[in-house]
């Protein structure tokens, strides 16, 4: 299994990135897709999910009404865009896939199995 993320990059506040996670060796669908970040001096934190065979989507409060996360099953690829980045979403951030979350681990990265090596974004004030 492995995830390759990329599209991170440099930012002016206000402005907006959207990150791939392109997957191969599973069968996409059938697991629920996630993005993590983690900051300098922080924890990794949950930022975004979509559940496995379904639409369901899930965000982070501190990323609702900003972020979106959609799915391409056809290309084994999960999204996220981002706007009106602000500087405190600089970071690097993570994709990651579980084919065997329940719901309410949803936001614990250690749950996941699969992690893709990350792409840094970063926001400028």
């Known amino acids: 299994v492995q995830l390759q993320a990329s599209g991170g990059g440099l930012v002016q506040a206000g402005g907006s990135l959207s990150l791939s996670c392109a997957a191969s060796g599973i069968t996409n669908s059938r697991y629920t897709m996630s993005w993590f970040r983690q900051a300098p001096g922080k924890e990794r934190e949950f930022v975004a999910a979509?559940?496995?065979?379904?639409?369901?989507?899930y965000l982070a409060d501190s990323v609702k009404g900003r972020f979106t996360i959609s799915r391409d099953n056809a290309k084994s690829t999960v999204y996220l865009r981002m706007n009106s980045l602000t500087p405190d979403d600089t970071a690097l951030y993570y994709c990651a896939a579980s084919s065997t979350l329940i719901l309410s681990s949803l936001r614990t990265w250690s749950m996941y199995a699969y992690w893709g090596q990350g792409t840094q974004v970063t926001v400028s004030s």
């Open positions: 979509v559940w496995r065979g379904g639409p369901n989507t």
